[in-house]
T-cell receptor, first 118, second 109 residues
């Protein structure tokens, strides 16, 4: 099956610093990549949707200036958490999607990045 | 906006018992996907349902999509300890996609 990698898997940073998370589709080209945030024992919350070469679409309530998304190619998307604060500590998961039909997307999830802001 | 309700939140069963999780949407859906997330892992795609009334099977798992395309269910027959994890539905309406809260399944050997 399709493989999506995420780097780093864990990161600890100090409050006020920025952290970049990479999401790569290793064996396929993704038309769209999604970024999710997951709190402990809770569901995935969609943060933003990004298409290669265009600006990301952010969900309501997600600060686009704080969570910068760059989708440089069909195999790479990055999420940068700027000026991180302890409340940004969370599990961030990306997914890469391929179109399997006229309006059908199959998503493959990365392993996630555990961000801890001290 | 689109609301996706998934019940139950938790389910604890004895190995060999059946398990069902339900997903309900307030709006008609384009399709619905099901994912499984093992403890400490990431969601893994199980299946996608597109057609009204569609029923698909994967070994002991049976997936159904309602006639009105507003609800779906995942049924596991004779659960095994390997079925442990959280099962999420993901409902798509147009380009909008929302995950249900998930049903955490634990199985007692």
């Amino acid at each position: 099956g399709a493989v999506v990698s995420q780097h780093p898997s864990r990161v600890i940073c100090k409050s006020g610093t920025s952290v970049k998370i990479e999401c790569r589709s290793l064996d396929f080209q993704a038309t769209t990549m999604f970024w999710y945030r997951q709190f402990p024992k809770q569901s995935l919350m969609l943060m933003a949707t990004s298409n290669e070469g265009s600006k990301a679409t952010y969900e309501q309530g997600v600060e686009k200036d704080k969570f910068l998304i760059n989708h440089a190619s069909l195999t790479l998307s990055t999420l940068t958490v700027t000026s991180a604060h302890p409340e940004d500590s969370s599990f961030y998961i990306c997914s890469a999607a391929t179109r399997t039909g006229t309006s059908v997307y199959e998503q493959y999830f990365g392993p996630g990045t555990r961000l801890t802001v001290t | 906006g689109q609301q996706v309700m998934q019940i139950p939140q938790y389910q604890h069963v004895q190995e060999g018992e059946d398990f069902t999780t339900y997903c309900n949407s307030s709006t008609t859906l384009s399709n619905i996907q099901w994912y499984k997330q093992r403890p400490g892992g990431h969601p893994v795609f199980l299946i996608q349902l597109v057609k009204s009334g569609e029923v698909k099977k994967q070994k002991r798992l049976t997936f159904q999509f309602g006639e009105a395309k507003k609800n779906s269910s995942l049924h596991i027959t004779a659960t095994q300890t390997t079925d442990v994890g959280t099962y999420f539905c993901a409902a798509r309406r147009g380009y909008d996609m929302r995950f249900g809260a998930g049903t955490r399944l634990t199985v007692k050997p």
